[in-house]
């Protein structure tokens, strides 16, 4: 089915998205997010820039391919396991770049840095970059909606790092993006909650932990409502909930039992846009930076979304380790086996400034 070119606020796009026969529980996956689900999207919108690739003043890698973390991200974790042979959506700004890519897997619509409007500022960027609702915006108006995909929806934590307090409009932002998805015909939907942003080290830098503690819960208790009445109004719909909040305070309750040495200080000595140090075991640590979380921990984030699919609880430490090193050498083998075209990618990220 050939897409007509559709311009939009953000940017100019087209390719085909083939019929597929289910194969699997779900025939692919859509993502919509922030850093913490982007598989390289900020990456590559900034020739390479966001999240810095190296520590200064040497050629040592600082983040891994483009993501926010030290290793693969829960998305890869996560696609590497929900379907055999597994499920690897293809970056939006990729296909930007690369309009005779089919995606086969789904799209990655995620940007490090996006709020949960239609747009966000963020430092580093010039301009805007589409938030949840506007990354919603890009697939409806450019791709057919596939009942028989899992849309992932996580945001919410660069609006209140942002000084934003209205919990009611990050709410309504996440819910409208779920409803716009529904009404094209989505079905399977996997929505998260957020961590106690006030305990990260970048949190407790701003001088207000206890505030945006404050903001995470009242979020958390608010996303919890509206899922409750979307489904009590749509009960055709999956809406899987996943409860970061609570394994985000297990692992800091418990460190020692999810294989974690550190979980309140970050590995990086730095942040996203400059490192001057990595410390030795980034994996041993919760946090690889002053926000966002390292590779093990993303791996218990795509761990507890997978229990939340097969209507389980989080899965008890003790198992948990057991499946991150399973989890490790499948997402590490789906990254190496992923073959991505980069060329235009300069003109593809002119397009979205």
């Not at 390479?48 to 200064?56: A, K, L, M, S």
């Not at 039992?257 to 990086?268: I, L, N, Y």
């Amino acid at each position: 089915m050939k897409k007509e070119l559709v311009a939009t606020g953000f940017i100019v796009f087209c390719f085909t998205l083939p019929q597929r026969a289910i194969a699997a529980k779900f025939d692919a996956l859509y993502v919509f997010g922030d850093s913490i689900s982007d598989t390289g999207n900020t990456f590559t919108a900034t020739q390479g820039q966001i999240p810095v690739p190296r520590v200064n003043n040497s050629n040592r890698p600082a983040y891994f391919q483009g993501r926010f973390s030290n290793g693969p991200i829960w998305v890869d974790y996560f696609g590497s396991q929900i379907n055999q042979p597994g499920l690897t959506p293809t970056p939006f700004v990729t296909l930007l770049a690369n309009p005779n890519i089919v995606p086969t897997d789904g799209v990655n619509f995620a940007f490090g840095g996006a709020q949960t409007g239609i747009a966000s500022s963020f430092p580093g960027f010039q301009d805007n970059i589409p938030g949840v609702l506007g990354q919603v915006g890009l697939l409806r108006q450019n791709l057919p909606v596939d009942p028989n995909a899992l849309y992932s929806v996580f945001g919410g934590g660069n609006d209140y790092f942002a000084g934003n307090t209205n919990v009611n409009q990050v709410i309504q932002n996440l819910t409208n993006s779920i409803g716009s998805l529904a009404q094209g015909g989505a079905k399977n939907f996997l929505v998260f909650n957020l961590p106690d942003l006030g305990e990260s080290p970048f949190g407790k830098s701003l001088g207000f932990s206890d505030q945006l503690n404050q903001l995470t819960q009242v979020h958390n208790q608010q996303l919890a409502s509206a899922i409750s009445s979307l489904r009590t109004s749509n009960p055709d719909l999956n809406i899987y909930s996943v409860d970061i909040n609570t394994l985000f305070n297990t692992v800091r309750a418990t460190p020692s039992q999810f294989g974690f040495k550190d979980v309140t200080t970050a590995c990086v000595t730095g942040n996203f846009q400059q490192v001057t140090n990595i410390c030795n075991n980034p994996d041993d640590f919760l946090f690889f930076d002053d926000i966002h979380s390292s590779s093990r921990f993303q791996n218990l984030i795509a761990q507890t979304a997978l229990a939340a699919v097969n209507g389980k609880t989080i899965p008890e430490p003790s198992a948990a380790l057991g499946m991150l090193a399973l989890g490790a050498l499948s997402a590490v083998g789906m990254l190496k086996r992923k073959v991505k075209s980069t060329s235009g990618v300069v003109e593809a990220a002119s397009k979205i400034r």
